[in-house]
């Protein structure tokens, strides 16, 4: 094998010098390769940068709720996707809405009947998910709510930090809390379980899916539940959710904060 390697190295130096006059005092020329340029790198790299473009945009209208009802993210954004939700960004995000969720309660002018109302989503708003999305591919598969199950059965979501801080303020401040999930009944007490290990504590009501609400719309489910609380005479002055069907529909509170969540939608 070596033998062959230099017979090309010495028939490339012959090629290279067949054409010269050797002159005995002058040194020969080095031999000078052309590498081609980086126009496939530069083509990859903007490639790379449209995608990012094009996943930022997707996701500003998933937030801004521009896009109709979709199952799974974009498979090209999978990588933005993951990146997003496991980096800074994300915890940023998250940190920006309990912020100005803070904000507005101090403002608020609590009467003394007790009837001054926050209401809480649980999933991606309280306790984070994102174990269970890291091995289900950050959104890009379809939803399966036997899997998700298990998961919920494990009782191990973790508190999203700046909502854990936020839930305590508004506890300080002397609001009444209403947690509003769409999981079920069923999940009652393992949902009370993994709500107390991640410091969760002291609501006044914790509201899931009975047998009655299972097949409705998460906006129709949610509303009437907010509609009892109006009914029952209470002010819903704050909502915090990671989906638009938390927030929208009929008994609307008084200001809504939306969390971001590029990985799944609920309508």
Request: net charge negative; hydrophobic share 35%.
């Amino acid at each position: 094998m070596n033998f062959v390697r230099f017979l090309c190295l010495f028939s490339l130096f012959s090629i290279t010098f067949s054409h010269e006059t050797l002159n005995p005092h002058i040194l020969p020329r080095p031999l000078i390769l052309e590498y081609p340029d980086n126009t496939i790198e530069t083509r990859l790299k903007e490639l790379d940068e449209e995608v990012k473009l094009l996943c930022t945009s997707w996701r500003f209208a998933v937030e801004a709720n521009n896009l109709g009802p979709w199952k799974t993210i974009p498979r090209e954004c999978v990588e933005y996707v993951k990146d997003y939700v496991m980096g800074r960004g994300y915890r940023i995000d998250l940190e920006r809405v309990s912020n100005e969720a803070g904000v507005y309660a101090k403002s608020v002018e609590l009467d003394s009947d007790g009837k001054d109302a926050w209401v809480f989503d649980i999933d991606e708003t309280l306790l984070s998910n994102l174990p269970y999305y890291q091995e289900h591919g950050y959104g890009l598969e379809i939803f399966d709510s036997v899997e998700f199950d298990k998961w919920v059965e494990k009782a191990n979501a973790p508190a999203i930090e700046s909502s854990l801080k936020l839930y305590e303020e508004v506890l300080g401040l002397g609001f009444k809390v209403f947690l509003l999930t769409g999981r079920s009944e069923k999940h009652r007490s393992i949902t009370v379980d993994n709500l107390n290990n991640a410091g969760f504590q002291n609501w006044d009501k914790l509201i899931l899916r009975s047998s009655d609400d299972h097949g409705k719309l998460a906006t129709i489910y949610k509303s009437e539940k907010r509609s009892e609380m109006t009914e029952e005479g209470y002010r819903i002055h704050g909502n915090s959710g990671d989906q638009w069907s938390d927030l929208l529909g009929f008994s609307m509170s008084n200001r809504s904060f939306k969390l971001p969540n590029p990985m799944y939608y609920i309508p």
